[in-house]
T-cell receptor, first 115, second 114 residues
Framework: GPKVLQIPSHQIIDMGQMVTLNCDPVSNHLYFYWYKQILGQQMEFLVN????????KSKLFKDQFSVERPDGSYFTLKIQPTALEDSAVYFC?????????????FGSGTRLTVL | GEQVEQRPPHLSVREGDSAVIICTYTDPNSYYFFWYKQEPGAGLQLLMKVFSSTEINEGQGFTVLLNKKDKQLSLNLTAAHPGDSAVYFC?????????????FGIGTRVLVRP
């Protein structure tokens, strides 16, 4: 089936530094998402993105977070500066359309550890 | 907003036995539901998409039942085999959002023992 690739699979970083998580979505998809899963907790919506703009974001999407997809390359999540509570697995997803019936295709996640 | 409870968090079954995972949701306006399977080191793989008008949905080696009255969605693995060992997530789109915001269950780690 369609594949979403996330790079890297693991990232360890010191608190206060910047980190960029990369996502290669399904090739003809137009809608992109980030979800966050803290260990032992539910996966939670962070943000969705379409046509170069954030459509919706949750309260977890702090001011230190930003997303972009420059020129059709990777869809990225940047955190600057990082904090200890940013340690989690971040899942990228993409879909071909919008609406409750659309299937989101997920990557395998990037495990971020902030020391 | 939508809340989803999933149980059990862990499930150990013998090969050939059946297993049931249950998700309870809160929004009566929910009309689509998803089950995802995550094998070790892999992404979430769509197992089944369920529309609210269909109460019984059959896949290969599993059945998904939707009980709208009790707002419950269940994944029934029949004759489990080692390839079924994975983490299973239910997910429900938030009906108040047009932006594909999914509310996930906490996941069920299934281990199928030989």
């Amino acid at each position: 089936g369609p594949k979403v690739l996330q790079i890297p699979s693991h990232q360890i970083i010191d608190m206060g530094q910047m980190v960029t998580l990369n996502c290669d979505p399904v090739s003809n998809h137009l809608y992109f998402y980030w979800y966050k899963q803290i260990l032992g907790q539910q996966m939670e919506f962070l943000v969705n993105f379409y046509n170069g703009k954030v459509m919706e974001k949750s309260k977890l999407f702090k001011d230190q977070f930003s997303v972009e997809r420059p020129d059709g390359s990777y869809f990225t999540l940047k955190i600057q500066p990082t904090a200890l509570e940013d340690s989690a697995v971040y899942f990228c997803a993409s879909s071909g359309g919008l609406g409750g019936a659309e299937t989101l295709y997920f990557g395998s996640g990037t495990r971020l550890t902030v020391l | 907003g939508e809340q989803v409870e999933q149980r059990p968090p862990h499930l150990s079954v013998r090969e050939g036995d059946s297993a049931v995972i249950i998700c309870t949701y809160t929004d009566p306006n929910s009309y689509y539901f998803f089950w995802y399977k995550q094998e070790p080191g892999a992404g979430l793989q769509l197992l089944m998409k369920v529309f609210s008008s269909t109460e019984i949905n059959e896949g290969q080696g599993f059945t998904v039942l939707l009980n709208k009255k009790d707002k419950q969605l269940s994944l029934n693995l029949t004759a489990a085999h080692p390839g079924d060992s994975a983490v299973y997530f239910c997910a429900v789109p938030q009906s108040c959002s047009a932006g594909n915001k999914l509310t996930f269950g906490i996941g069920t780690r299934v281990l199928v023992r030989p």
